[in-house]
Antibody
Framework: QVQLVQSGAEVKNPGASVKVSCKASGYTFTGYYIHWVRQAPGQGLEWMGW????????KYSETFQGRVTMTRDTSISTVYMELNRLTSDDTALYFC???????????????WGQGTLVTVSS | DIQMTQSPSSLSASVGDRVTVTCRAS??????LAWYQQKPGKVPKLLISAASSLQSGAPSRFSGSGSGTDFTLTITSLQPEDVATYYC?????????FGQGTKVEIK
């Protein structure tokens, strides 16, 4: 069965960086885009960007452009999301989700990771 | 960028009531519209894709409609287990913007 398993909770100081991992299983890793979505406490869902695990191509929300990097390691079926220059506004639950098939029709996020809580506090 | 506007932001209805949530896109997105259900403390779950295609395992009391800029999520007979926040999302192109969410509660 399809699974996305994310790394554990992180506590960071303002100005630091955080790198969250998302390990995929149960399907062909390079066959589907991976998106990242975050949710601040008590708030709605915010789309951050996607990575193509096959090519490594990325597309980021303008909100995070210049501060986020999404990468992948095909040897271990894992994608990463690194966010720099953290502030308290970045305190949120970060989700990885599976999106469209690579080279296929557009498709929403059908599988979600369990979420990784990132807390930014001094 | 295309904006997604949901209404209402919250609603309270009785068990058995018909509930309607709307989602409006600032530009046409054809039927590239998904609905997600997020129960308290849980991960969002894909409920409807392509504006009206109910996902496998989702109760048939849920339905979606619309195309272009105006979309609707309907629950024909509200049940206690439907208490959740519902989000629409466009997925025609990046950014895959979400609506702000509609919190559904039982009266």
């Amino acid at each position: 069965q399809v699974q996305l398993v994310q790394s554990g909770a992180e506590v960071k100081n303002p100005g630091a960086s955080v790198k969250v991992s998302c390990k995929a299983s149960g399907y062909t890793f390079t066959g589907y885009y991976i998106h990242w979505v975050r949710q601040a406490p008590g708030q709605g869902l915010e789309w951050m960007g996607w990575t193509n695990p096959k090519s490594g191509d990325t597309k980021y929300s303008e909100t995070f452009q210049g501060r986020v990097t999404m990468t992948r390691d095909t040897s271990i079926s894992t994608v990463y999301m690194e966010l720099n220059r953290l502030t308290s506004d970045d305190t949120a639950l970060y989700f990885c989700t599976r999106g469209s098939p690579v080279g296929g029709s557009r498709w929403p996020s059908d599988y979600w990771g369990q979420g990784t809580l990132v807390t930014v506090s001094s | 960028d295309i904006q997604m506007t949901q209404s209402p932001s919250s609603l309270s209805a009785s068990v058995g009531d018909r509930v309607t949530v709307t989602c409006r896109a600032s530009q046409g997105i054809s039927t590239y519209l998904a609905w997600y259900q997020q129960k308290p403390g849980k991960v969002p779950k894909l409920l409807i894709s392509a504006a009206s295609s109910l996902q496998s395992g989702a109760p048939s009391r849920f339905s979606g409609s619309g195309s272009g800029t105006d979309f609707t999520l309907t629950i024909t007979s509200l049940q206690p287990e439907d208490v959740a926040t519902y989000y629409c999302q466009k997925y025609d192109s990046a950014p895959r913007t979400f609506g702000q969410g509609t919190k559904v509660e039982i009266k």
